[in-house]
């Protein structure tokens, strides 16, 4: 069963407006959520996490939001940029099992100059 | 240079071959773990490990087995490879104190 999900396989944004990307998990022992972004030909890299302490966190352009009771996290670029367009994974660990990472299916970020 | 290398970058191999692919990494981080990523299913994990000592299975480890030389590094072989193991397979480190994993380049594999 798919734990994390990330029900939009692409989106497409104009650069400067907002990009919100969306992940869903099923598993209430998730503690920690994590955004990576890829890039062809290369491993993800990490860029944004947060603690399921809080409800956001924010760095630069990247802020990230968690709804614990709807069990939905997203990603808001704002202003988006060329730069940006990846595959943008969401990933969640749980403490109980090790700090696994468990990844959603991707989204596909294209923005638009 | 880069924290976390991954060897070969691509390789075609033909069903039935055993095939080894290596992680180094000079972060000092003593978890290691190896995914691989198929279109639209994300990255799945394969095996991971916290110090030389120990390995454990992910979710996707049938056909698959790791070796932990030594701390900075961690290889994955497939000892009689298969078609549905044509994937991305990516290695990734951890800190101690940190749930963030840090990946290497990737390796291609195309098994015919």
């Known amino acids: 069963d798919q734990q994390v999900k990330q029900n939009s396989p692409s989106l497409s944004v104009q650069e400067g407006r907002i990009s919100i990307l969306n992940c869903d998990y099923t598993?209430?022992?998730?503690?920690?959520f994590l955004w990576y972004k890829k890039y062809p030909a290369e491993g993800p890299t990490f860029l944004i996490s947060?603690?399921?302490?809080?409800d956001k966190n924010e760095d630069g352009r990247f802020t990230v939001f968690l709804n614990k009771s709807a069990k939905h996290l997203s990603l808001h670029i704002v202003p988006s940029q060329p730069g940006d367009s990846a595959v943008y994974f969401c990933?969640?660990?749980?403490?109980?099992?090790?700090?696994?990472?468990?990844f959603g299916e991707g989204t596909q970020l294209t923005v638009n100059p | 240079d880069a924290d976390v290398t991954q060897t070969p970058r691509n390789r075609i191999t033909k069903t039935g071959k055993r095939i080894m692919l290596e992680c180094s990494q000079t972060?000092?981080?003593?978890?290691m773990y190896w995914y691989r990523q198929d279109p639209g299913l994300g990255l799945r994990l394969i095996y991971y490990?916290?110090?030389?000592?120990?390995?454990n299975k992910g979710e996707i480890s049938d056909g698959y087995s790791v070796s932990r030389q030594a701390q900075a590094k961690f290889s994955l072989s497939l000892e009689s490879a298969i078609p549905n193991q044509t994937a991305l397979y990516f290695c990734?480190?951890?800190?101690?104190?940190?749930?963030?994993?840090?990946f290497g380049p990737g390796t291609r594999l195309t098994v015919l």
């Open positions: 990734a480190t951890r800190g101690p104190s940190t749930d963030t994993q840090y």
């Open positions: 598993n209430s022992m998730f503690d920690y």
């Open positions: 947060i603690s399921s302490i809080k």
């Open positions: 990933a969640a660990s749980a403490e109980t099992s090790g700090s696994r990472l468990t």
């Open positions: 972060k000092g981080h003593d978890r």
């Open positions: 490990s916290f110090d030389v000592k120990d390995i």
